[in-house]
């Protein structure tokens, strides 16, 4: 479970203490000891009074729940710009339904929290890295800080400000669900086998059993492997293409002229435009794995995370996006398990869902007011699109982003990043509505009313890709 480490947040609530020990210390001590004792206190006082402030407080009709995220003092336009890594930041302020609605299930679809860099992607930082730092002389103040760096990140797994950010968004959960947490309706839980993944449930069951205090402990029901059929994986398409013409085109001209600033500082390092791509990512996975501003950001202009945003938002477009032939069809054994769950019938899909799974009620059964999925920003990108989330007028550009695109890596799939389905009741009726990082959709697709609102018969008939398996693209896949 997530360790509450710093007893930080266990003492905030008695800020007292500090002032009573100025008191009965202080009679110890000379007066200018005191003066210098009650300084220090004050100080202290002042230190915990801030961490109150930065450490968010999740609200409750039944009070408050404490989060334990880290706060890392990086502007938030900076953060939000590192596309896939950026950490969770909710979009929107959360709307409550209307009145006239009550919710009767939510479907939880969330990316597993902040990680190290994979092994590719950590190889290839590590020799950018070197090749600055084999550079004989740093000129730019800025890059001192290279001569003592050690690289000292591991590789794929979640880091434990990842582990945080779960445990904090099953403590979100249950806060805003637990109106539906009735006896013995736990929620259940399912995982991608990846460990980043199963820790990333296994600390989000262990927050909302926290934030019940301890009256509603779910378990991680069902763990689906990779490298078997899984619907929170995109494992299962061997023909599917990749983004990289598209991402290669984008880098030569963002990174470029960054290269060229940076080569002109430390000559001799020969940088090239993906060497720069590389340490940009390594601004936000030193600073999360540290849990403190990277140097290394330092380095790079708004400009340039800008740059690095599409950079990403391209990557996700073209890999299992909109924009990849086979991309959504990855996405249809996930929706088809959601409608299943919507409407309470047995699930029909022929596309990538474990049949022997889906048919057993102790591994999926029907009939839950609350269901969490664990996964991956791929596989969150393909289920978007084979929804009809994000659908862009035009293709996205390789070359000139449109500043008007909805299709934001940082807002889709950030670390933690997650998709909720609710289902509701308005006046007798069965609706659904859907949040992504807390920002209501339009669900234009379903005919949606102004509070996002589709019935859910017109979301089920809009879902006909998915209740296609794909319209022939699953086929595709192998043949
Ligand atoms: C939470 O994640 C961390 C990894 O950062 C892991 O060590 C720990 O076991 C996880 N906790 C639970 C309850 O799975
Ligand atoms: C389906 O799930 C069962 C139960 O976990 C497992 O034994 C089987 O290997 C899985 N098959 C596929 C093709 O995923
Ligand atoms: C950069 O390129 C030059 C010329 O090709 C070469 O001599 C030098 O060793 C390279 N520097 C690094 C750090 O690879
Ligand atoms: C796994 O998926 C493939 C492709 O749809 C299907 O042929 C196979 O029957 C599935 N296996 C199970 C256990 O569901």
């Not at 979100?172 to 669900?177: E, I, Q, S, W």
């Not at 990779?226 to 990174?255: F, H, I, K, R």
Request: with cysteine; hydrophobic share 40%.
């Amino acid at each position: 479970m997530y360790k509450m480490s710093s007893a930080i947040y266990e003492e905030e609530d008695e800020p007292l203490i500090g002032g009573q020990r100025q008191i009965s210390i202080g009679s110890l001590f000379s007066r200018r000891r005191t003066g210098f004792v009650a300084m220090i206190c004050m100080f202290i006082l002042i230190y915990l009074k801030l961490l109150l402030f930065f450490s968010a407080l999740v609200e409750s009709k039944s009070g408050m729940v404490k989060t334990v995220t880290p706060q890392i003092n990086i502007p938030s336009r900076i953060k939000h710009s590192w596309a896939q890594y950026a950490p969770y930041f909710p979009v929107e302020d959360y709307r409550s339904p209307p009145s006239h609605c009550s919710i009767t299930q939510v479907n939880i679809l969330q990316r597993h929290g902040a990680r190290f860099p994979t092994t590719s992607a950590g190889a290839m930082i590590q020799s950018s890295v070197a090749k600055l730092q084999a550079a004989s002389s740093f000129k730019d103040p800025q890059l001192r800080f290279l001569k003592d760096y050690t690289y000292n990140l591991g590789v794929n797994d979640l880091v434990s400000f990842g582990a945080a950010q779960s445990y904090d968004s099953g403590q979100l959960d249950f806060v805003r669900y637990k109106g539906l947490i009735k006896g013995t309706n736990v929620p259940f839980v399912r995982a991608s086998s990846s460990s980043r993944v199963v820790q990333s449930a296994t600390n989000w069951t262990a927050g909302f059993a926290h934030a019940s205090g301890g009256n509603s402990a779910p378990s991680l029901n069902v763990i689906l492997q990779e490298a078997l059929n899984d619907t929170l994986d995109d494992n299962m398409c061997p023909n599917a293409g990749s983004g990289d013409a598209q991402t290669n085109a984008w880098q030569a001209v963002y990174a470029t002229p960054i290269a060229a600033r940076l080569n002109a500082v430390v000559p001799h390092a020969n940088l090239t435009a993906s060497d720069v791509s590389n340490l940009i990512s390594l601004c936000s996975f030193d600073t999360l794995a540290n849990e403190k501003p990277s140097p290394f950001c330092d380095l790079f202009s708004q400009t340039d995370f800008d740059g690095f945003e599409y950079f990403g938002d391209l990557n996700k477009y073209y890999g299992t996006g909109y924009g990849q032939e086979l991309g959504p069809v990855q996405g249809v054994g996930y929706v088809n398990e959601l409608l299943a769950r919507l409407t309470d019938t047995a699930v029909r899909d022929n596309t990538q869902t474990n049949r022997t799974l889906d048919a057993d009620p102790a591994t999926f059964p029907l009939g839950r007011a609350l269901y969490a999925d664990f996964s991956h920003d791929n596989q969150l990108a393909a289920i978007y699109s084979a929804i009809g989330l994000f659908r862009q007028a035009r293709a996205l550009n390789p070359t000139r982003p449109d500043p008007k695109r909805t299709w934001l890596a940082s807002q889709l799939v950030p670390f933690s990043g997650r998709l909720v389905t609710e289902r509701l009741t308005c006046s007798g009726r069965s609706f659904v509505r859907m949040l992504v990082d807390d920002a209501l959709q339009d669900l234009k697709f379903c005919g949606a009313n102004k509070d996002g609102l589709c019935t859910l018969d017109a979301f089920v008939a809009s879902q006909r890709f998915s209740i296609n398996d794909g319209d022939g693209d699953f086929e595709k896949c192998f043949s």
